[in-house]
């Protein structure tokens, strides 16, 4: 097989959940890569769902919008890696551009999250 680069990202915005990909980037390095930037995420909203949990019942509710939406975009990135994962060579460039995107919206929800909390 030969050896796949991920094509260099756009525009991302600075975060620390965003490991620099580059165009040396090989496909099993990108896969590793999104694989941790996806788990840290889905542990941080576990952690900052048990501090939700410590607030007053009625701050507690608002919070329960955000997390919601969370957990949306954090399911649509594990379903969009798992398709990335098994992706042949044709699709690998648009697969790669989709993941980025999606796991961009997943950092956004995050952050926003995290904001309320």
Same mark, same amino acid.
């Given at each position: 097989?030969?050896?796949?680069?991920?094509?260099?990202?756009?525009?991302?915005?600075?975060?620390?959940?965003?490991?620099?990909?580059?165009?040396?980037?090989?496909?099993?390095?990108?896969?590793?890569?999104?694989?941790?930037?996806?788990?840290?995420?889905?542990?941080?909203?576990?952690?900052?769902?048990?501090? +939700?949990? @410590?607030?007053?019942? $009625?701050?507690?509710? =608002?919070?329960?919008?955000?997390?919601?939406? &969370?957990?949306?975009? #954090?399911?649509?990135?594990?379903?969009?890696?798992?398709?990335?994962?098994? +992706?042949? @060579?044709?699709?690998? $460039?648009?697969?790669? =551009?989709?993941?980025?995107?999606?796991?961009? &919206?997943?950092?956004? #929800?995050?952050?926003?999250?995290?904001?309320?909390?």
């Amino acid at each position: 097989m030969a050896k796949r680069t991920a094509p260099r990202p756009q525009g991302h915005p600075t975060s620390p959940f965003i490991e620099s990909i580059t165009m040396n980037t090989t496909r099993a390095e990108y896969t590793a890569k999104m694989k941790r930037q996806l788990d840290e995420l889905n542990t941080r909203i576990d952690t900052l769902q048990a501090k +939700a949990l @410590e607030t007053r019942e $009625d701050i507690r509710a =608002a919070y329960q919008a955000d997390l919601v939406k &969370a957990r949306h975009e #954090s399911k649509l990135a594990m379903a969009k890696f798992e398709e990335m994962k098994v +992706a042949g @060579e044709e699709s690998w $460039d648009k697969m790669v =551009a989709e993941m980025d995107r999606i796991r961009d &919206a997943f950092v956004h #929800s995050f952050k926003y999250f995290k904001s309320q909390i």
